[in-house]
């Protein structure tokens, strides 16, 4: 399945049906008087978030969205029939835009959410409404609103819990097919991670979803590499784990490098929660090793935790994947904490 995180659509919602201009006319009844029905109301454009997507491939090929227009009223006061609502299913996690860009529509962020992005026109009503003690046989019948019509974009942000950087070649495809059993690409040249991967890890009865993004260079807030397009799916991670390999001269540079990328991208990411992990130490000298692991922890934040682990022998593994475990409950605990109604004096 190909994958596509962002795509335009055009949207328009059903127009109201018209309304029926008609008289009684029945054997013996002189004055019938007005009897036309209402229109119909049209059809909303409703979006659902699902599960089991993780694309919106679906709307590469067809960017034309039209829901259906409500049915004419009739004679005896009959009412059209409303036009069907056109319901579009969406991956958890999409946002839905303005055509700028500029203004966030409505984020569906849970499995089963809906919303109704544009509603339908309200149908046209027939004269029978219009009739009253003055004007007994009114002409009058009114088409129906129209629907409502817009291009947004459509955006997805993938739902993980972890999100996976670092430089290409970090080895960040290689720990993900070591922790879960997603199956990334795996390469000795940069680059061979061209879209997010996820992966299900699992630790006791626990688990949480691990992203692996494209890797970033030096630039990339700029255009350089791939970009930061994908960094889009890391502001919904709780955690960030940067890996740096191990077999690099600089490893500090590198760390830093990335870190300059997450705060020119902004939307917080250089404030989550990190766990720095030094990769490839099945390839460094032990005496090496160690001068690497000061080094770095002299170039992360205070209160980071740096880690050795190796990816490919599963070296320093666990406790990379124990300590993230620990650093997700504690973060979960704050956003709740954060997210408690503060009690006020009347309250007590």
């Not at 390999?245 to 600089?250: A, F, L, M, V």
């Amino acid at each position: 399945m190909q994958f596509l995180d962002q795509c335009k659509i055009y949207l328009k919602s059903g127009d109201g049906g018209r309304g029926a201009a008609s008289f009684r006319r029945e054997k013996f009844i002189e004055f019938g008087g007005p009897d036309g029905g209402d229109g119909g109301k049209g059809g909303d454009i409703v979006f659902a978030a699902v599960e089991n997507l993780n694309t919106l491939i679906d709307y590469r090929y067809r960017q034309h969205f039209r829901a259906a227009n409500g049915r004419p009223g009739a004679s005896r006061e009959k009412t059209g029939a409303a036009g069907d609502n056109l319901v579009l299913r969406v991956p958890v996690g999409t946002e839905i835009l303005d055509d700028t860009k500029q203004q966030v529509l409505a984020d569906l962020t849970r499995p089963g959410q809906r919303i109704v992005l544009l509603r339908g026109g309200d149908g046209g009503f027939g004269n029978a409404h219009y009739k009253t003690s003055t004007n007994r046989a009114p002409r009058r019948a009114d088409p129906g609103w129209p629907g409502q019509e817009a291009w947004v974009w459509l955006r997805l942000k993938l739902i993980a819990d972890i999100g996976l950087a670092g430089q290409p070649n970090a080895g960040k495809s290689t720990l993900l097919a070591a922790v879960s059993h997603a199956r990334p690409k795996i390469a000795d040249y940069p680059f061979t991670t061209l879209k997010p991967q996820l992966g299900v890890i699992r630790l006791d009865d626990n688990e949480l979803v691990m992203a692996d993004l494209p890797g970033l260079i030096e630039g990339a807030s700029e255009g350089a590499g791939i970009g930061t397009r994908f960094l889009g799916h890391v502001e919904r991670c709780a955690v960030i784990l940067h890996l740096v390999d191990g077999t690099r001269d600089d490893v500090a540079g590198a760390y830093q490098a990335i870190r300059r990328e997450l705060a020119a991208y902004g939307h917080g990411l250089s404030e989550k929660r990190e766990i720095v992990g030094l990769n490839k130490t099945d390839a460094v000298e032990g005496r090496e090793l160690a001068r690497k692991l000061r080094i770095l922890q002299r170039a992360v934040r205070p209160g980071t935790l740096v880690m050795p682990l190796s990816g490919a022998t599963g070296n320093g593994v666990r406790p990379v994947v124990a300590a993230l475990f620990a650093a997700l409950a504690e973060a979960r605990g704050s956003a709740e904490e954060g997210a408690m109604p503060l009690m006020t004096a009347q309250d007590s």
